[in-house]
Every structure is written in C-alpha cells, then in structure tokens.
T-cell receptor
Framework: GNSVTQMEGPVTLSEEAFLTINCTYT??????LFWYVQYPGEGLQLLLK?????DKGSNKGFEATYRKETTSFHLEKGSVQVSDSAVYFC?????????FGAGTILRVKS | DTAVSQTPKYLVTQMGNDKSIKCEQN?????MYWYKQDSKKFLKIMFS???????INETVPNRFSPKSPDKAHLNLHINSLELGDSAVYFC??????????????FGPGTRLTVL
C-alpha cells in the first residue's frame, strides 16, 4: 500500500542550526510529494511540494528533493529560527488522497 | 479573507450526543475533504466529495455522515458521540485533478472533546 515514514521527534535545535527531517515513502506508481507545516493551534499549511522525480520544492528557506531511487523526500533548512518551531508532516498524494506521515515536532531554542 | 473556514473551533459535548461541524471554502474548488487528527498528531482522511458526490469514504463508523449541500460546503454530522471521537477535525479543499499534485488547502480545525 501507500505509506509515509518520518523520523521521530521531537527534534530540538538551537537557532541558526542546520535542519534535516527524514521522510521516505512506499507507493505504487509515482505519487506527488508534499511537506506541510502545522504551527501551534493552527491548521496545516503547504510548505513545499514536488510532483516528479528529481524535482526540488523550496519555500521560506526550506528545500526537499524528490528522490525516486531512494524513495525519499527529506526536508532541509540551512539555518532555523525560533519561528520555525512547529509540527512538520511529509505526505504523498495518489489520486486525490493525501497520505500523511506521523509528523515531526521541531523545537528551536534561542 | 479566510480560504477554508470551519465552525465551531472548539466543541465540548457529552457522550451520546449528536453534533455537526461545518466547513466552507471560498477558493472555487470542486473537491472537499474531512481529516481526523488524533492526540498523537496522526492525520487520516475520512471523506472526500467532488462536485457534491462522495468519492472517498475510508473505514469510518456509520455514525459519521458527511453532507455537501453545494461545492463550497462540506459538513460533518456525528451521531451518538463516543469518547474515542475526541480529536481535531480538519476540512480541506482542492481542485480536482488526475494526479498532477494540486494542493489541498486546510481549514483551522475543530477540536472536539467528548466527555
């Protein structure tokens, strides 16, 4: 079946540290891949997406590259800020269904 | 302007009651969804409607009944509420596509607490 596996959190970093949140997927065919972010007390917002192999999604300093050979879509940011503290969800889309990973809590300390 | 709105934001009720959550989108999308987020933040799709027609119906108890009066609205009615229904329910919308990765836009969520 289709599934998404994310690294467990929480991930705690100091401000300006480098961030990587790992995401791998299992899917039939070639799904679109997404990262969504959920700030405390809010709904989900799309952070970035990639629709085919080798595509790189980027937004607000975050990046992720669709790697078909390793079935991965790892999220990276070169320098995190306190305001990046949130829950990050990796997801794949097949048809009109989004399948989410379990979410990774990121805490950034000043 | 709020793109996807839900009411109420918080809902506290007793076991056995019947309650509804409303969702409206002003994005002109033709597809709407309901997701459930449990206490561990795990998100799972429940239903999806395209042009008022049910297209996704995951394994959800019959006590949950979605209703779409028009393309801009998708309401969720829950009968005989149980403790395990306590969760945050998110509505979302998108434009129907055949797998090109159109974005789903989420509402702010409704936190349901069943006592």
């Amino acid at each position: 079946g289709n599934s998404v596996t994310q690294m467990e959190g929480p991930v705690t970093l100091s401000e300006e540290a480098f961030l990587t949140i790992n995401c791998t997927y299992t899917a039939t065919g070639y799904p679109s891949l997404f990262w969504y972010v959920q700030y405390p007390g809010e709904g989900l917002q799309l952070l970035l997406k990639a629709t085919k192999a080798d595509d790189k999604g980027s937004n607000k300093g975050f990046e992720a590259t669709y790697r078909k050979e390793t079935t991965s879509f790892h999220l990276e940011k070169g320098s995190v800020q306190v305001s990046d503290s949130a829950v990050y969800f990796c997801a794949l889309r097949y048809g009109n269904k989004l399948v989410f990973g379990a979410g990774t809590i990121l805490r950034v300390k000043s | 302007d709020t793109a996807v709105s839900q009411t109420p934001k918080y809902l506290v009720t007793q076991m056995g009651n019947d309650k509804s959550i409303k969702c409206e989108q002003n994005l002109g999308h033709d597809t709407m969804y309901w997701y459930k987020q449990d206490s561990k933040k795990f998100l799972k799709i429940m239903f999806s409607y395209n042009n008022k027609e049910l297209i996704i119906n995951e394994t959800v108890p019959n006590r949950f009944s979605p209703k779409s009066p028009d393309k801009a609205h998708l309401n969720l009615h829950i009968n005989s509420l149980e403790l395990g229904d306590s969760a945050v329910y998110f509505c979302a919308s998108s434009q129907w596509s055949s797998g090109t990765g159109d974005t789903q836009y989420f509402g702010p969520g409704t936190r349901l607490t069943v006592l």
